[in-house]
């Protein structure tokens, strides 16, 4: 069975940094596109950045160079790294697996539950 | 950027059916998905590839295509459908993976 877990989440201050994890089970990481989605409070879903299988990465402009993803490959867990935070960053941070069953399809199968960022003073 | 607007809300009589439009420049260009996000759940997929449905999923819920809008259809609406409804593409020219503004289904 597939699972995605995430961990990691808190309050953290304005201009500090914090890594948040993803867990995945059922399947391995290695072979698989990993994304990260967040939602603002009240608000809808926003797309944030991608690992891609053979290691590059792409991100949306409001996190490029602040935020950066990872993976551990023995643990299977899938990480971000989140810098320079602003208070515009809180949100409910999920990670979701991306299937591509043809060239112009690719849509998200599976998600985490979401952890909680809360970037406050 | 690529831009896909969503209705912020639609209401539907139980049993009735319900529809929710994702309007984009040449979205019919483009494959679109939809989601279902239930208050305090992640998002769960319900219609993939413009029409497919994920396995789970009940035949009432289908997508159409055409245009500039694409649609999704959920027949014989139960009180269990009500959430928050999202679309999404992925732009092949930016690699950017974009979602609508979310669709609140009431059914009333």
């Known amino acids: 069975e597939v699972q995605l877990v995430e961990t990691g989440g808190g309050l953290i201050q304005p201009g500090g940094s914090l890594r948040i994890s993803c867990a995945a089970s059922?399947?391995?990481?290695?072979?698989?596109?990993m994304n990260w989605v967040r939602q603002a409070p009240g608000k809808g879903l926003e797309w944030v950045s991608i690992?891609?299988?053979?290691?590059?990465?792409y991100y949306a402009d409001s996190v490029k160079g602040r935020f950066t993803v990872s993976r551990d490959n023995s643990k299977n867990t899938f990480y971000l790294q989140m810098n320079t935070l602003r208070a515009e960053d809180t949100a409910v941070y999920y990670c979701?697996?991306?299937?591509?069953?043809?060239?112009?399809?690719?849509?998200?199968?599976?998600w985490g539950q979401g952890t909680l960022v809360t970037v406050s003073s | 950027s690529y831009v896909l607007t969503q209705p912020p809300s639609v209401s539907v009589a139980p049993g009735q059916t319900a529809s929710i439009s994702c309007g984009g420049n040449n979205i019919g260009t483009k494959s679109v998905h939809w989601y279902q996000q239930r208050p305090g759940q992640a998002p769960v997929l319900v219609v993939y590839g413009d029409s497919a449905r994920p396995a789970g999923i009940p035949a009432r819920f289908s997508g159409s295509h055409s245009g500039n809008t694409a649609t999704l259809i959920i027949s014989g609406a139960e009180a269990g459908d009500e959430a928050d409804y999202y679309c999404?593409?992925?732009?092949?020219?930016?690699?950017?993976?974009?979602f609508g503004g979310g669709t609140q289904l009431t059914v009333l």
């Open positions: 999404q593409v992925w732009d092949s020219s930016s690699d950017l993976r974009l």
């Open positions: 690992l891609y299988s053979g290691g590059a990465t």
């Open positions: 979701a697996r991306e299937i591509v069953p043809s060239i112009t399809v690719r849509y998200f199968d599976y």
């Open positions: 059922g399947f391995s990481i290695t072979n698989n596109f």
